[in-house]
T-cell receptor, first 115, second 113 residues
């Protein structure tokens, strides 16, 4: 089983619908992240959380919200989806302990299409 | 904030040839530069990284070089193989400053058999 699991892997929805993407991890890492990938734009940070009580906005948080339900679970919500939120979304974790590089461990992605 | 530019956006090479991907960064305080490889249908995975106190690092067929003065760093893959075909992302961060990684736009590498 994957260490970082995202559900759903694919979703097609309509403009205005509420969508939730879920992420769970078995790596025991405190830090979790949501990224968005668009062609030519690389990976852009939406939100991140350093522990259960910590939520921070990233570069492109408008139109998104998150919930850190437990150390292992971090969900991303689109309250009212719009077509330009069509993208590939990645959840990631890291463990920046002493001597670590803070390497990001990514899930396999959730492809969202908003019609 | 940091800005990372990556070139080229696509790169096609013949199996056995070398491939070079280049990135520039804007924040002179950046001190850690990882490279991630994303295979089709998968999430990105760290393949090599370099810190600002080192000019070059090698790991088998891949190497990364860093020029702090010019603020650019490069990924070099020698003796390319079909399994090297993937999207590669460079990134930069000011480690231990609470900053997040800033990624380049990605390079799609295609290795032709």
């Amino acid at each position: 089983d994957a260490d970082v699991t995202q559900t759903p892997r694919n979703r097609i929805t309509k403009t205005g619908k509420r969508i939730m993407l879920e992420c769970s991890q078995t790596k025991g890492h405190d830090r979790m992240y949501w990224y968005r990938q668009d062609p030519g734009l690389g990976l852009r940070l939406i939100y991140y959380s350093f522990d259960v009580k910590d939520i921070n906005k990233g570069e492109i948080s408008d139109g998104y919200s998150v919930s850190r339900q437990a150390q292992a679970k971090f969900s991303l919500s689109l309250e009212s989806a719009i077509p330009n939120q069509t993208a590939l979304y990645f959840c990631a974790t890291s463990d920046p302990g002493t001597g670590n590089t803070g390497e990001l461990f990514f899930g396999e992605g959730s492809r969202l299409t908003v019609l | 904030g940091e800005n990372v530019e990556q070139h080229p956006s696509t790169l096609s090479v013949q199996e056995g040839d070398s491939a070079v991907i280049k990135c520039t960064y804007s924040d002179s305080a950046s001190n850690y530069f990882p490279w991630y490889k994303q295979e089709l249908g998968k999430g990105p995975q760290l393949i090599i990284d370099i810190r600002s106190n080192v000019g070059e690092k090698k790991d088998q067929r891949i190497a990364v070089t860093l020029n702090k003065t010019a603020k650019h760093f490069s990924l070099h893959i020698t003796e390319t193989q079909p399994e090297d075909s993937a999207v590669y992302f460079c990134a930069a961060i000011t480690h231990n400053a609470g900053n997040m990684l800033t990624f380049g736009g990605g390079t799609r590498l295609m290795v032709k058999p």
